[in-house]
């Protein structure tokens, strides 16, 4: 059988722990668990077995109450090889040092290695404000990430007051200090109903960087985000859904 679906460049990968497989997979070579995101298993090889993470515990509890949303995960224990996407966006490892400090928001946590501390955060500024999310992943300690980007990011080095779309902000250093910065200009017009579309952007401040999606994602409610764990953090911003069954992973 003869075809270019057949060339090496597409033959699946031998490395051992979490690498990509191309650009819109991740394989994970597991011999031991991992943190995933409910959903996006494509495909796997080995004996594993799949476990639904709850909200477990009154952190856990008063989280989701007060976030009104769940970010499904699943810890997979066992041995094989395990394949990961999220409807064919891009992805990204990140390997976070002894000292490093990541928040992100849920919808874009593919996978973590369990060795990693994490948290859910709320973002300082503007509880109410709109209808994107204010509670983010905070995640520290020593180990690999995996994210998701709906197309290529671009990396801001936060050296002067920085602003983005709360739904295209993907991660930001931990150490930033966020909160929100209203966009439109309250006039006439715009209680007449012409807005600019961007009512409230996300401010960085400090030292740092943030990455940006091209891509906003839906508002909180219509696409769930993620969710918890035992570590520190900062205060830092949102996302809608960053909790749920993340809570009840924290080791």
């Not at 057949?6 to 722990?17: I, L, V």
């Not at 020593?142 to 993907?170: E, F, M």
Request: net charge negative; glycine share 16%.
């Amino acid at each position: 059988m003869r075809s270019d679906l057949f060339s090496p460049d597409r033959a699946e990968t031998q490395s051992p722990g979490m690498t990509l497989q191309n650009s819109k997979m991740l394989k994970v070579g597991l011999n031991g668990e991992v943190l995933v995101r409910q959903g996006t298993m494509v495909a796997y090889q080995g004996q594993m077995e799949f476990a639904a993470l709850g909200s477990g515990g009154i952190a856990g509890f008063l989280k989701q109450t007060f976030t009104g949303e769940g970010v499904p995960m699943m810890r997979v224990t066992g041995r094989g090889d395990l394949f990961l996407a999220d409807n064919a966006a891009d992805v990204f490892t990140i390997d976070l040092e002894t000292g490093d400090g990541l928040t992100i928001n849920g919808r874009n946590v593919l996978a973590f290695e369990p060795t990693l501390r994490w948290d859910i955060h709320r973002v300082q500024g503007a509880g109410y404000l709109s209808n994107a999310g204010y509670y983010n992943c905070v995640f520290s300690g020593h180990g690999r990430i995996a994210i998701t980007c709906k197309g290529s990011p671009v990396v801001l080095n936060v050296d002067q007051p920085t602003y983005a779309d709360p739904q295209a902000a993907v991660c930001w250093s931990a150490s930033l200090q966020t909160g929100f910065h209203r966009a439109d200009q309250l006039n006439l017009h715009t209680f007449l109903g012409r807005t600019t579309g961007e009512a409230f952007t996300m401010s960085f401040a400090g030292r740092g960087f943030v990455v940006v999606q091209p891509c906003e994602e839906l508002p909180a409610g219509a696409v769930a985000g993620t969710g918890s764990g035992n570590a520190g953090g900062q205060n830092n911003d949102g996302l809608g859904g960053v909790i749920g069954g993340f809570l009840g992973g924290g080791r």
